[in-house]
C-alpha cells in the first residue's frame, strides 16, 4: 500500500512498484482522481486497486486496512507517504517565509495531522496484522534534516521530524516481531505539487524528478531487503547506498 499514491512521491513509488510485477493499493482521498489514476494502470495490465482513505481520520484508516487485506489477500509493506507541504499555509513561502508565531493554528494542526498524526493512524492499524503475521514491512517517507530547522518551515519541518522520531521508535518497538521499519527520503526538493509557483527557473531546473524514488522503493520491497530495518536511504544516493549495502 502507498498513500498519497495518486501524485508526486507516491505517484512514482507506486507506479515503480507496478512495473516490477507487485499488486500496489493506491491509498488516497476518494474521488475522481483516485479511480483516474487506478483505472489507467489497470488499462496497462498493471494490478492497481483503489483504497479510499483520510489518513487524518482513525475509521477511515481502519476500514481501508480491513478491506485492504481482504481484497489483496494479505499485505507484506506500507508506504506512508501522504503529505502536505508548506503552501497550504503561505504559499508565497519560498519568497515570503513567515514565522511561527504567524502560522495559522488551524494551519499548523492540518499539516501535523496529515503528516504526523496520518503515519501513526496508518501503522496503528497495519502494525498489529504485522505482528501476528510475524512479518511486515513500514517504509516512512521523509526529507532532509536541512529543511527540519530552515527559517519560515513551520509547520511542515516540524512535521517531517516527528515522523522520524516515530519511525525510530517504530523500529526498535517492532524489532522483536520480525516487522521492519526504514525511512525514505528523495535527497533534496522534487518537482512536485509543494514546490511555489514563484520559484525561480534556475532553481527549478535543479529539482530532483519524483522517479528518483522509484528504485529505492522496489528495493525496499524486494527480497534483498529482508531483514533490513532502522535505516534511512536518500533516494538521490541510492546507488552509492546499495555499494556499501553490498559490501557490508
Not at 492497481?48 to 487485506?69: H, K, N
Not at 481484497?71 to 513561502?93: H, K, Q, S, Y
Not at 508565531?101 to 503528516?115: H, M, W
Amino acid at each position: 500500500m502507498v498513500t498519497g499514491a495518486t501524485s508526486g512521491l507516491g505517484e512514482a513509488m507506486a507506479d515503480a512498484l507496478l512495473e516490477a510485477g507487485a499488486r500496489v493499493a493506491f491509498a488516497s482521498r476518494p474521488g475522481e482522481r483516485l479511480e483516474a489514476a487506478v483505472d489507467q494502470r489497470r488499462c496497462r495490465g498493471l494490478h492497481a486497486v483503489a483504497l479510499p482513505i483520510d489518513v487524518r481520520d482513525e475509521e477511515t484508516v481502519r476500514t481501508a486496512a480491513d478491506r485492504m487485506i481482504e481484497v489483496l489477500g494479505g499485505v507484506d509493506i506500507v508506504f506512508n507517504n501522504a503529505g502536505i507541504g508548506m503552501r497550504t499555509v503561505n504559499p508565497r513561502f519560498f519568497l515570503e517565509p513567515k514565522p511561527f508565531y504567524e502560522v495559522p493554528v488551524d494551519g499548523f494542526t492540518n499539516v501535523i495531522n496529515t503528516n504526523l498524526v496520518g503515519y501513526f493512524l496508518v501503522a496503528r492499524a497495519f502494525g498489529p496484522y504485522f505482528v501476528d503475521q510475524g512479518r511486515g514491512r513500514f517504509v516512512n517517507v521523509t526529507m532532509n534534516h536541512e529543511t527540519m530547522k530552515r527559517r519560515g518551515f513551520v509547520p511542515y519541518g516540524p512535521s517531517r521530524a516527528g515522523a522520524e522520531s516515530l519511525s525510530l521508535i517504530m523500529t526498535e518497538d517492532l524489532r522483536p516481531f520480525g516487522v521492519t521499519v526504514n525511512m525514505l527520503l528523495p535527497g533534496g526538493a522534487t518537482a512536485t505539487g509543494m514546490i511555489p509557483d514563484e520559484l525561480p527557473e534556475e532553481a527549478r531546473g535543479a529539482l530532483l524528478p519524483p522517479s528518483v524514488m522509484g528504485p529505492p522503493a522496489v528495493f525496499l520491497a524486494s527480497a534483498e531487503a529482508e531483514g533490513l530495518t532502522g535505516e534511512r536511504i536518500v533516494a538521490k544516493d541510492f546507488d552509492s547506498w546499495m555499494d556499501a549495502f553490498r559490501s557490508r
